[in-house]
């Protein structure tokens, strides 16, 4: 069974950055898209940012763009999150997928595999 485990995820102050990790074990996913989303306390997941499986193709919701960077390592298996610029409405539990094709998607149903999550809390 496909593992995905996310890491990085932690407090940080409005304006601050972090970078997320998630290390795909037990199969590799250099074939597949990838995805982060997130879902803060009582709403529904949102998805963030999706990479093709090469990593040479990217999309961005809204609401991230320009301060979120998707990349991929697909030598280590790792997908990365660099969140810039954050904000207090970004605090959410972030989790990373692992799509059954190769291409982007923005829909949590396209994506097969995914992470138990990491909590992102930004302070005012």
């Known amino acids: 069974q496909v593992q995905l485990v996310e890491s990085g995820g932690g407090l940080v102050q409005a304006g601050g950055s972090l970078t997320l990790s998630c290390v795909v074990t037990?199969?590799?996913?250099?074939?597949?898209?990838m995805g982060w989303f997130r879902q803060a306390l009582g709403k529904e997941r949102e998805f963030l940012a999706t990479?093709?499986?090469?990593?040479?193709?990217?999309y961005y919701a809204d609401s991230v763009k320009g301060r979120f960077t998707i990349s991929r390592d697909n030598a280590k298996d790792t997908v990365y999150l660099q969140m810039n610029s954050l904000k207090p409405e970004d605090t959410a539990v972030y989790y990373c997928?692992?799509?059954?094709?190769?291409?982007?998607?923005?829909?949590?149903?396209?994506?097969?595999?995914w992470g138990q999550g990491t909590q992102v809390t930004v302070s005012s």
């Open positions: 990479i093709d499986w090469s990593g040479g193709m990217t």
């Open positions: 997928a692992a799509a059954r094709g190769s291409s982007r998607s923005a829909r949590a149903s396209e994506y097969a595999y």
């Open positions: 037990r199969r590799t996913i250099s074939r597949n898209a």
